[in-house]
């Protein structure tokens, strides 16, 4: 092999045009982890929504909780189950009404479709993930509400203690919790009764059912009793799967719109990467002559300039890395088109996303430097000795 301190010499001697190639390189690896990380942190928040040992049950053929409708007998039946935990309280079962409300965001004052949770008192038992972070939980049969963390930030008029319209009907914030990032971080949470009657609904029918199932291995069982049952008209799911079903379209969007990106600027870093290892080539025209003269083969010169093109797309990749890294944990937010309401959430830059992105850095060099390798194999060496 020729010696790797070849390499690092040559690219200390042609640091200029290695340096744009680092550049071009490490913009690309940064889009493609941004990219990677704004759709893997929506998903995550949604998915974080759920516990594995939640079901929570809808109407058959709904797509979401707002298209459904489970009346207060069914969700009874529910109740009763024998696969549903209990405490001393009763059963783990949470009946809650979904409906939107707008507010004014912070940043431009426009207004946002907000998703609000009409709750009951046992929704604390049974989403054991959301905690009270200031102020207090609402009081059942008032006109109360707390709100997320993410939309106290998002929204104006949310504090503690502020007065809210919420369908028509006047509501006191009393508290906010914090649901570790997740979706429900995005929404206001009131009395379930009192937001049916705010929305002319029906009393007693909810647009969902979430249940604490004794073992999350019984979640099947427990599905086919359900939707078995003729009382009920239904369908089960185990609460991460279906906000993980729920993530599937905007993170689809937000791939198809970032992918297309992605893969223009790595054709543009693949043919910086060329023109920098191109251009080494035919600088070292007498340099490689007299490497094939002292006995390295074509395969060694190949290796070579291989693994100098993999050393810039390296760097490249180290350096776009640390330029994204800043924006993990950054909130942002965009349209939840399952319900029509605006999802705070934050980027997630995980180690199996810098891993990809450093990957992706070096398929970019190996793709930009293997061509000139073999044209440097090639060269004619007799042609090249006779010039020295």
Known sequence: MIPIVYNLESLRERWSGSLVAV??????????VATLSLANGFRAALIASGLEDNAIVRRAGATAEMDSAVSIAQARVIEDHPLVARDDRGALVSPEVVALAVFPARVDGNDSNVQVRGVGPRVLAVRRGVTVAEGRFLTPGTNEAVVGSNAAKAYAGLE???????????????????????ALDSEVWCDATLLSQAFQRPVGVSQSVTATLIDKTRLEAFANAINTDPRMTSQVDRETAYYEKASQQLTLLILGIGVPIVIIMAIGSIFGALNTMYTAVAERGREIATLRALGFGATNVIASFTIESLLIAAVGGVLGCLIVLPVNGITTGTMNFQTFSHMSFAFRITPELLAGGFAFALVMGLLGGLPPAVRAARMPVGAALRDL
Do not use: D
């Open 23 to 32: 550049l071009g390189i490490a913009g690309t690896v940064a889009v493609f």
């Open 160 to 182: 503690v203690g502020r007065t809210i319209q919420i369908g028509g009907h006047e509501w006191t914030v009393v508290g906010r919790f914090e649901a570790g990032g997740s």
